[in-house]
């Protein structure tokens, strides 16, 4: 199975500010998914990025407020910006082997102040 | 619209005994079923899986039974212990980027 790591693995940030989020596989990828689980609920998919093109969002979620980043098939990055308390959630990176399953990262608990 | 429906909410087993974990989807077109399993802090780790073209599958203590025509799958963990205390998760994969549709979590405690 893939071996994902993001970091930071969790942050505590101010109203108003941006957090870009890392997310590292130890093996080359096509797809790689991007999710949020808000405190004591499911997980809901925010976006997927492809390298080499521009992400695909999920209804209720933008471009502007969660830019990514997908420069190579190993690596990718979610920015959470213009952060409210709303924003406070796990952030996980997600890639998908489609014979085995998909795999999580350890994910990012973002608290917003 | 929520395509994966999941009960029950929380869950309380005795040692030693079957913890039932049951989910329905809509989509037909969704070709993949795994189990995640999250404790808290980590991220969700995936537990078992089946294909719509199997009826059941056993890894260990853990079994997926799946019912097609009527669109339910579920998850019996035997001989259940404290460690698996933990959050379950169903899912489904489908759509343009075969994406996961999961569940909306069951809480698992096992009383020693």
Redesign the interface.
Known sequence: SAVISQKPSRDICQRGTSLTIQCQVDSQVTMMFWYRQQPGQSLTLIATANQGSEATYESGFVIDKFPISRPNLTFSTLTVSNMSPEDSSIYLCSVEDWVKGGFFGPGTRLTVL | QQQVKQSPQSLIVQKGGISIINCAYENTAFD?F?W?QQFP??????LI?IRPDVSEKKEGRFTISFNKSAKQFSLHIMDSQPGDSATY?C?A?GG??????????TQLTVLP
Do not use: D, I
């Open positions: 993949y795994p995640y802090g980590k991220g969700p780790a995936l899986a998760f899912a994969r343009s980027a075969r994406q996961l549709t999961f569940g909306s979590g």
